[in-house]
């Protein structure tokens, strides 16, 4: 079972504001870009992945695709910059 803690963080405005504006450049809520960054600096307990179908933190806390069952089709870097350069 996952619990979670509110918490009152205060941040300096530019930070708060880089923060909102990588969330926003990668679709998602400036909640997970903060859980994101507390994950990589502080280490993940072995065994807990994020509750994502899509992706996993590594242990280097890079986000990291999951494989797809079978007759999925396999990403590849190449695919990631196509869609890069259409946005």
Do not use: C
């Not at 933190?57 to 890069?84: F, H, K, Q, W, Y």
Request: positive net charge; without cysteine; glycine residues 8%.
């Amino acid at each position: 079972m996952v619990t979670h803690m509110k918490t009152t963080l205060e941040l300096p405005d530019e930070l708060f504001a880089q923060a909102k504006k990588a969330a926003a450049r990668r679709k998602t809520t400036f909640r997970a870009v903060v859980e994101h960054a507390l994950r990589r600096e502080v280490g993940q307990p072995e065994g807990v992945q994020p509750e994502s179908p899509y992706y996993r933190i590594g242990p280097d806390g890079i986000p990291r695709l999951r494989r797809s069952g079978n007759g999925g089709v396999r990403v590849t870097s190449a695919m990631i910059r196509e869609l890069m350069e259409e946005e």
